[in-house]
């Protein structure tokens, strides 16, 4: 079955691997054009980072779904992998220096800022652990949760980005 074979996602890896790393290269020049603007600033940099954390995510998966002769278990342990660590360097990327970063009015992100950062920084790590075990389960819908995760992982490295080029300006 497709959902269990990385060897018939490899068309959609390859796809995902080059836009991903598109994705990080546009993140990195959006750095350096303001990067005076927040080199100071630990939350922007943190945002920063965690652009370039998910979109790193993406290019992994893609490239461990690529790799000719895995067995489907080294590939579902490999997602499984990056969905916690990114999980991890997510959820430290969005904590403060006292805690977890809360919407502070106009001095700080808004509800809706830290909610879809939560929810797609978050989200995205969540669905490659859920893909990767389901994978290693072969039930489930094994690979077919990836996309989710990709899509919930570009979203959030784009917000970040807009953030990074455009808001910070405002």
Not at 17 to 28: C, D, H, K, Q, T
Not at 33 to 42: A, P
């Amino acid at each position: 079955m497709v959902a269990f074979d990385a060897g018939s996602w490899s068309d959609f890896a390859l796809a995902q691997l080059g836009a991903s790393a598109a994705l990080l290269g546009l993140v990195f020049v959006g750095i350096s054009i303001n990067l005076k603007e927040f080199v100071g600033t630990r939350v922007l940099v943190n945002r920063a980072l965690e652009a370039i954390v998910l979109l790193a995510s993406v290019l992994v998966t893609a490239t461990a779904v690529l790799i000719p002769g895995q067995s489907r278990g080294a590939c579902a342990f490999e997602i499984i992998g990056v969905g916690v660590v990114t999980g991890l360097v997510v959820l430290r990327l969005q904590s403060g220096v006292r805690g977890i970063v809360v919407p502070r009015g106009d001095r700080g992100p808004t509800w809706g800022s830290v909610v879809s950062r939560r929810l797609l920084g978050l989200g995205s790590a969540m669905l490659l652990v859920v893909a990767g075990a389901s994978l290693l389960a072969q039930g489930g819908g094994g690979l077919y949760w990836w996309p989710a995760a990709i899509v919930v992982a570009f979203l959030g490295a784009l917000i970040d980005a807009w953030v990074l080029l455009v808001e910070i300006l405002r």
